[in-house]
């Protein structure tokens, strides 16, 4: 099991997003990837596409200008 860490602070949609995804492809099942960001839509945007792609959210922490969320792949 690897841990991957995405940090996109200072970025606006679509890139944490798209990061994001990226870095979840990479992966292997039960890989943890933490992204780090900053944007506020980005805080939503990122643990609804995790559903979509039916991945456990493992947790979603911080203001909505300085968080970190937490995936299982």
């Known amino acids: 099991m690897a841990e991957i860490r995405v940090v996109v602070r ?13 870095a979840l492809r990479k ?3 039960g890989d943890i990837v933490e992204v780090v960001g900053t944007h506020p839509a980005s ?3 990122i643990p609804m596409a995790v559903e979509a792609l039916n991945l456990e ?3 979603v922490e ?4 300085d968080w970190t969320i937490r995936i299982r792949r």
Do not use: N
């Not at 200072?10 to 990226?22: A, H, Q």
């Not at 911080?62 to 200008?65: K, M, Q, R, V």
């Open 43 to 45: 805080k939503k945007e």
């Open 27 to 29: 992966a292997v099942p």
């Open 10 to 22: 200072g970025e606006i949609c679509p890139v944490p997003l798209v990061e994001t995804r990226k």
């Open 62 to 65: 911080g203001a909505d200008t």
């Open 57 to 59: 959210l493992l947790s």
